[in-house]
């Protein structure tokens, strides 16, 4: 599906799971194995520089590889003893001590942790653009008041600041969710046949920590070749990332709605067209981002059954993570990326935000009047009889202010100018402005040093 790449994967992350870096991510681990085990005495030392030296992915047949990979059950399998075959073409000695100690899964496993770092460091970049694309948003709207709903109807209102602040916070958690992760999730997997190490006697523990510390990964306790926990917090931080990029773009798409028109997608030429309707402008990027949304909890949910293994090596559920979680980690980071193009360009029109306020005649302003009202009555009985001035607002078509001014309930008790003040949205916006300030303080002290996005 090359042909939706540019659309649906459109971010730095997609190469990181390659056909090349994938053979590349078991290839690094194949030449740390063998210099680890050079420098602990444990294969010569000449063995360890003749075996390093081949492993390049550019050196290999991925044609051969990939059918080959069909009978064996997995691609380090083949891929061993292509390695096996090159070594041996410079060295015969050599060739004997590739893959020394070490099982298919150790290979396939320790590569895709490699692959899963580059993402997360490329993830991470995106995920501060975007960050400091909503900060700039944010503060140049935070006293932009547009209408909030809720069930998808005009309930009170609120400031564009503070619709977006509220993404803002989600993101500011997953980024220090995946600082706190890193460590705990990039591990070594190294365990041999069955998780014992037993082929390298009493250096199996020492080698673990010597490669560990050459491939910059932490060093796992135990063997993890049927404990899937490590890459289900990944999964799972990739998809909660989807689920909140997808609040984000369904809020936009609904605001960039023809008879809402608050909001709009960046212009550029070709954007959003229409293939009959030359007037069409679709929110493109809402669409990209939703359907990872869309797709992502599949793929994490068959990540989940997937940690159901047999004994010390899985049958099939290992194998459903190959394809399934460098899908949902592509997809997630395209989203991302998107998302970033998105706001740094989205267009805001305040205007139409403010006709919105005014399309139910201040009835979305009834609240604030029930509770001006409740001090002097009750709010039950307040809230009783606002409601029934807003039914008789809308059966005789006039304004809540129309109303309210005839109404002699509300008018022993509250005074005309009491009444204009209690109607306008901008003076019933509680503490929408603390909020906002509060997370964009998190955010500065979070994005402190990444200048160079702005």
């Not at 799971?17 to 994938?22: E, G, I, M, P, R």
């Not at 942790?113 to 960050?131: E, M």
């Not at 009170?156 to 999730?185: C, I, S």
Request: charged fraction near 15%; hydrophobic fraction near 45%.
């Amino acid at each position: 599906m090359e042909l939706l790449t540019p659309l649906l994967r459109s971010s730095a992350v997609s190469p990181c799971f390659s056909d090349a870096a994938t053979l590349q991510g078991m290839l690094d681990f194949e030449a740390a194995l063998a210099t680890a085990q050079a420098g602990l005495g444990i294969i010569p030392a000449e063995a360890g520089q003749q075996i390093a030296a081949v492993c390049h992915s550019h050196l290999f047949d991925a044609l051969s590889l990939a059918q080959a990979a069909a009978q064996a059950g997995n691609l380090a399998i083949p891929l061993v003893k292509q390695l096996t075959s090159r070594v041996a073409q410079q060295d015969a000695e050599a060739a004997r001590y590739v893959h020394w100690g070490a099982t298919s899964q150790d290979a396939i496993d320790t590569g895709l942790v490699l692959q899963l770092r580059q993402a997360l460091t490329l993830t991470q970049n995106d995920l501060d653009r975007l960050i400091v694309a909503l900060v700039q948003q944010i503060t140049r709207h935070q006293d932009s008041v547009l209408v909030g709903r809720t069930w998808m109807q005009h309930a009170l209102p609120t400031t564009l600041g503070l619709k977006l602040a509220g993404t803002l916070d989600a993101l500011l958690r997953y980024r220090q969710r995946l600082n706190e992760m890193r460590p705990r999730v990039l591990a070594l997997q190294l365990g041999g046949a069955a998780g014992t190490l037993a082929s390298l006697g009493e250096q199996g523990e020492t080698l673990v920590t010597a490669l560990a510390a050459r491939l910059q990964l932490t060093a796992a306790d135990t063997p993890w070749h049927s404990q899937r926990d490590r890459l289900l917090e990944i999964a799972g931080w990739y998809a909660g990332l989807s689920g909140t990029l997808g609040k984000l773009a369904r809020d936009i798409s609904l605001l960039t709605q023809t008879e809402v028109a608050e909001v709009a997608e960046p212009v550029a030429a070709g954007r959003g067209g229409s293939s009959t309707m030359p007037h069409k402008r679709n929110p493109v990027a809402c669409a990209v981002i939703l359907a990872a949304a869309n797709r992502v909890p599949a793929l994490v949910g068959g990540l989940y059954a997937a940690m159901v293994q047999e004994h010390e090596r899985g049958l099939g559920g290992w194998h459903a993570e190959w394809e399934s979680l460098p899908e949902l980690v592509m997809l997630t980071a395209g989203a991302l990326h998107t998302a970033g193009e998105l706001i740094a360009e989205l267009q805001v029109f305040p205007q139409q935000m403010e006709y919105n306020l005014k399309l139910t005649h201040g009835l979305i302003m009834a609240e604030a009047v029930t509770m001006a009202l409740g001090e002097a009555i009750g709010r039950q009985q307040a809230h009783q009889h606002i409601e029934k001035q807003c039914h008789l607002a809308l059966a005789q078509r006039l304004t809540l202010s129309e109303v309210l001014l005839d109404d002699p309930l509300v008018m022993a008790h509250l005074s005309a100018q009491q009444l204009s003040n209690l109607l306008d949205p901008q003076q019933y916006l509680g503490s929408a402005q603390t909020f906002t300030r509060r997370v964009l303080e998190q955010a500065a002290a979070a994005i402190s040093g990444v200048n160079q996005y702005e």
